[in-house]
């Protein structure tokens, strides 16, 4: 929650509470996760120690993530997915775990500009990229052009696939995509709503191709 | 997850050398190359892959799709699914390619997997992807529970009272019926192998899917030049209108002359254990009229053999008729 600037100790989000009021259990299982023998198995003789705020997790490995635009250094375990690298470990809670088998389309995000589920990638495959976040495409205050459409056309139910529905329109504008519903239909269909709000979507997604 | 040494070498010899001291190449193999991830994190999640090495390949120059001077085309091991699908010489000279590649999975999904991934890449049978089911493919010697249970999207070619897993893959059909040739560096050195040689039937081994051994890295792909005027199509029937695995599929690259069929290559996905390439089919139609009733002959050839399960008896009427309108849109367009 460190880019959040209405969050901190005396005025905690919902999150902040949970990950604090948990925090003491949380450092219990991540070491039990840990092998003893992790540093050696994961080649990094000297990755003991932790990251700047991060649990000290033996076998963890350095890496860079340009994160919308701007650097984290991070020390992550092998097995961590880019999306658990984004919501437990930088805090960007924007980007949404659905099915996390690549089902859903509810993680997807933009590596290197280009559309991708987060959840079936590693984080230390992408060292050194360049990474796009629901949270680096607009603000609350400067909407991205998507995300007010999808706005103005009730684009959502419960929201939970929004995120992940926003950053799949964003890179279909720049991909080959006929000009009709169905085309945008079919190159839509990785994201999946379960609320149903389908034609909204396809609606918001046309008039922002429309307008640009 | 288990863990796992992740290792990302300098160049192909390295990644070789990382991944030679496997115990075996095929299913539950103690080193694996990583490229997309799009099915190998997919099962490593489920603990059906529990790799203690992963070598990243993502990085080496393996991203290329370049013209040969012989005429045949190279795809690097690590193109992403969606730039082939969308590369001007693939959308011109191999259509069927391009069109099997966008029927598949997500955009998303395409974005990430690449040409060595889809190639190796697994099936969907429930069975294998469920560790608490006993599974011959998985765990050998522990049986099929798909052939009494729930094997509607199994397959009807290829199976063995072993293995009746569909391979799932689209581009793979498109690749076979494209007679494409699969080049690998391992530690004797290279070697060229057909994608006909490739994959094995299930038999009494469903656990060995190619003949990949420890150490081999798919570099490229290459595809032969083709006969000029050939038409192609890849026809893809699912559940769903998009996002689903074939119930089945036709792969068709076929050469007419004076109304007759003068060079055929058929193949078809969705129904077999391997990417299945029908020479039944082509034999039935080469040197015959191009018409329905002659479609309808080659379908009829290419479902000879297949072995219906309990739930499955549809797929080989489905399949006849994918291929029949397969070759019917190929011969029109």
Known sequence: MRDNPHSGPLNPTRRTFLSTTGSTAAATIIAACVPADANSAAGHSDSTAAGADGPNIEGAVPIVLRINGKDYQLRVDPRTTLLDCLRETVALTGTKKGCDHGQCGACTVHVNGRRVNSCLSLAVMHDGEEITTIEGLGTPDALHPMQAAFVAHDGYQCGYCTSGQIMSAVALLKEPCGPDDAAVKELMSGNICRCGAYAHIVAAIQQVRKNS | MHTFEFIRPADAAEAVAAAAQAKTAQQGADVRFVAGGTTLLDLMKLNVETPARLIDINRLPLDKVEATPDGSLKIGATVRNSDLAHHPTVQRDYAVLSQALLAGASAQLRNMATTSGNLLQRTRCMYFRDTAMPCNKREPGTGCPAITGSNRTLAVLGTSEHCIATNPSDMCVAMAALEATIHVQGPKGSRAIPIGDFYLLPGSTPNRETVLEPGDLVTHVTLPALRSGSKQVYLKLRDRASYEFALASAAVVITIAGGNVTHARIALGGVGT????????????????????????????????????????????????????????????
Do not use: V, Y
């Open chain 2, 274 to 333: 391997k990417p299945w390439r029908s020479p039944e089919a082509e034999a039935a139609l080469t040197g015959k009229p191009a018409n329905a009733a002659n479609f309808r002959k080659a379908a009829e050839a290419a479902m000879r053999d297949a072995k219906p399960q309990s739930e499955n008896k549809f797929k080989i009427e489905l399949a006849r008729r994918c291929l029949a309108h397969a070759l019917q849109l190929a011969t029109t367009s």
